[in-house]
């Protein structure tokens, strides 16, 4: 026959100690970090469209404004993104080439209504704002000379699986990786210009 071991009270002291310093460990890392421990998704915030497609009102997208210093190499690697982080581009070191009399460039994201840039291209439908990226030397005002691809990141509303880039009145395709869990899209991108996600 075989003998039942009995639970010892040290043994159920021993347990009860460590689930109130686990517990205490929760409490004492904050909200923050207890989240990590729950095993699920957070949903999506609505998109903020500069022209609804259905027509419903969204709370208007944002704009961005940010500077890379530039020195005898080139500009400093940063990032500039919109507030509401549907837009954001990304400049490696070395991206914007020196300028004489320049010190740094300044980059602008603007959300525009992509439909009225040009229309998409056969098979494709834009399922984001447009966003117009520019760079000038801020100094001189003259448009900033890249050198190196940029990556741009787009939050799409629904879908997506390329970026378009706005040129002559047309949209180039650029292959994207897209994040599902952010539904973010990310290209590189040798010139700047206007950019959309698209299905």
């Known amino acids: 026959m075989l003998a039942l071991r009995r639970t010892t009270p040290r043994g159920l ?6 689930a109130l310093l686990y517990l205490g460990a929760i409490l004492g890392l904050g909200a923050p970090s207890a989240r ?30 940010g500077t890379l210093a530039l020195g005898a190499g080139g500009s400093a690697a940063n990032e500039i993104s919109t507030d509401d982080l549907q837009a954001s ?10 300028h004489a009399g320049d010190s740094s ?6 959300p525009v209504d992509a439909a009225t840039v040009a ?31 940029v990556d741009v990141a787009l939050t799409y509303a629904v879908h997506a699986t390329i970026v378009l880039r706005a040129q002559d009145k047309s949209w180039t395709i650029l292959p994207g ?23």
């Open 13 to 18: 002291t021993a347990g009860a100690a460590l």
């Open 119 to 149: 229309r998409a291209p056969a098979g494709h439908r834009f399922d984001s704002n447009g966003y117009r990226i520019e760079a000038v030397y801020a100094a001189s005002g003259t448009p900033a000379t890249l050198v190196k691809p």
């Open 89 to 98: 581009v990304t400049f490696p070191e070395g991206a914007v080439a020196p």
């Open 177 to 199: 990786t897209v994040f599902p869990a952010s539904q973010q899209i990310v290209a590189h991108s040798d010139r700047l210009g206007t950019f959309a996600a698209s299905p």
């Open 36 to 65: 990590l421990l729950y095993d699920g998704t957070v949903p999506m915030p609505p998109y903020q469209w500069v022209h609804p497609p259905n027509g419903a009102g969204t709370a208007p997208p944002s704009s961005a404004a």
């Open 105 to 110: 460039v300044k980059v602008t994201i603007t």
